[in-house]
């Protein structure tokens, strides 16, 4: 069981349901072995108490074998959960409930669980370390259910390191309703740096490819000059483009470039996972 998580009866309920609330909420579970609707219920706290990693502790009491604490409670009926805060109880629900209903009761008194990945993301960002802020960052959003408010900061650091198309992508799915004056404002930002990423260099690249377009050197120039700028994904298009039509291409220089790439972008990126994959399918 997590630590998070406990078992309560009469040695340690003082402890537990009223010393431990005043350190941060405590969730009382009443439930019994007989009541169907507490098998339902009691996973799906676990899983909450896991997710929020100690930010409230459950605290799990068998009705049937710990009859005094649950009448001390007041408890009529099962299921019944309460939360627990400075010695009293302040909120909570007899029956069961589906798990936005449970997480929409537990949000008013508990911070969210992804607080402080966006905490690590803006001191990155504030160092201007836009790079260090996109793990974090995403994870963040994925947590939360890609909310709006995680949404821009992530689409800002996109931007900030020029990984465009994943930023207009993100900035693509954002409701209509919250399409505000910073949403505007990131909109210029992505057209800006996309205007500033065409180097003349890539754009003399780019025409003479279209002249000659299968052309597998000038193809592996332009990915070098796409990953200098920043623009991982065009770069990773050409060189996956390339080892698809000659895998040794360079005596291993594309494969390396490609293998390079994917490594600077760090463990767990979607982008770099989503190369590997193309990678492994072509090698294996």
């Given at each position: 069981?997590?630590?998070?998580?406990?078992?309560?009866?009469?040695?340690?309920?003082?402890?537990?349901?009223?010393?431990?609330?005043?350190?941060?909420?405590?969730?009382?579970?009443?439930?019994?072995?007989?009541?169907?609707?507490?098998?339902?219920?009691?996973?799906?706290?676990?899983?909450?108490a896991t997710e929020y990693?100690?930010?409230?502790?459950?605290?799990?009491?068998?009705?049937?074998?710990?009859?005094?604490?649950?009448?001390?409670?007041?408890?009529?009926?099962?299921?019944?959960?309460?939360?627990?805060?400075?010695?009293?109880?302040?909120?909570?629900?007899?029956?069961?409930?589906?798990?936005?209903?449970?997480?929409?009761?537990?949000?008013?008194?508990?911070?969210?669980?992804?607080?402080?990945?966006?905490?690590?993301?803006?001191?990155?960002?504030?160092?201007?370390?836009?790079?260090?802020?996109?793990?974090?960052?995403?994870?963040?959003?994925?947590?939360?259910?890609?909310?709006?408010?995680?949404?821009?900061?992530?689409?800002?650091?996109?931007?900030?390191?020029?990984?465009?198309?994943?930023?207009?992508?993100?900035?693509?799915?954002?409701?209509?309703?919250?399409?505000?004056?910073?949403?505007?404002?990131?909109?210029?930002?992505?057209?800006?740096k996309r205007e500033a990423?065409?180097?003349?260099?890539?754009?003399?690249?780019?025409?003479?490819?279209?002249?000659?377009?299968?052309?597998?050197?000038?193809?592996?120039?332009?990915?070098?000059?796409?990953?200098?700028?920043?623009?991982?994904?065009?770069?990773?298009?050409?060189?996956?483009?390339?080892?698809?039509?000659?895998?040794?291409?360079?005596?291993?220089?594309?494969?390396?470039?490609?293998?390079?790439?994917?490594?600077?972008?760090?463990?767990?990126?979607?982008?770099?996972?989503?190369?590997?994959?193309?990678?492994?399918?072509?090698?294996?």
């Amino acid at each position: 069981m997590s630590e998070h998580i406990v078992n309560i009866d009469e040695t340690n309920a003082a402890a537990l349901l009223i010393d431990e609330s005043h350190q941060r909420p405590v969730v009382v579970d009443f439930w019994a072995d007989w009541c169907e609707p507490c098998k339902v219920l009691m996973p799906l706290l676990e899983k909450i108490a896991t997710e929020y990693a100690g930010a409230f502790l459950l605290a799990k009491v068998n009705a049937d074998e710990q009859g005094m604490i649950a009448q001390q409670f007041g408890v009529r009926s099962l299921p019944t959960v309460m939360v627990i805060k400075d010695g009293q109880p302040v909120d909570g629900f007899a029956g069961a409930q589906s798990e936005q209903e449970v997480r929409a009761m537990l949000g008013k008194y508990l911070p969210n669980p992804w607080d402080g990945l966006l905490q690590m993301a803006r001191e990155a960002m504030d160092e201007g370390d836009y790079a260090r802020a996109l793990t974090p960052l995403r994870q963040a959003w994925e947590d939360s259910g890609q909310i709006y408010e995680i949404t821009i900061p992530y689409a800002q650091a996109l931007i900030e390191c020029m990984r465009l198309d994943e930023a207009e992508s993100l900035l693509d799915g954002v409701r209509m309703v919250d399409q505000d004056a910073v949403y505007e404002q990131l909109r210029a930002q992505l057209q800006i740096k996309r205007e500033a990423a065409k180097s003349p260099e890539i754009e003399a690249l780019e025409k003479q490819l279209a002249e000659d377009p299968d052309n597998l050197d000038l193809m592996h120039q332009l990915a070098i000059q796409f990953t200098n700028a920043g623009q991982f994904k065009d770069a990773m298009e050409y060189l996956i483009t390339i080892l698809r039509k000659d895998l040794d291409h360079g005596e291993g220089a594309t494969k390396k470039a490609l293998l390079d790439t994917i490594a600077s972008l760090g463990k767990g990126d979607p982008l770099a996972a989503e190369y590997q994959r193309k990678l492994y399918s072509l090698l294996y």
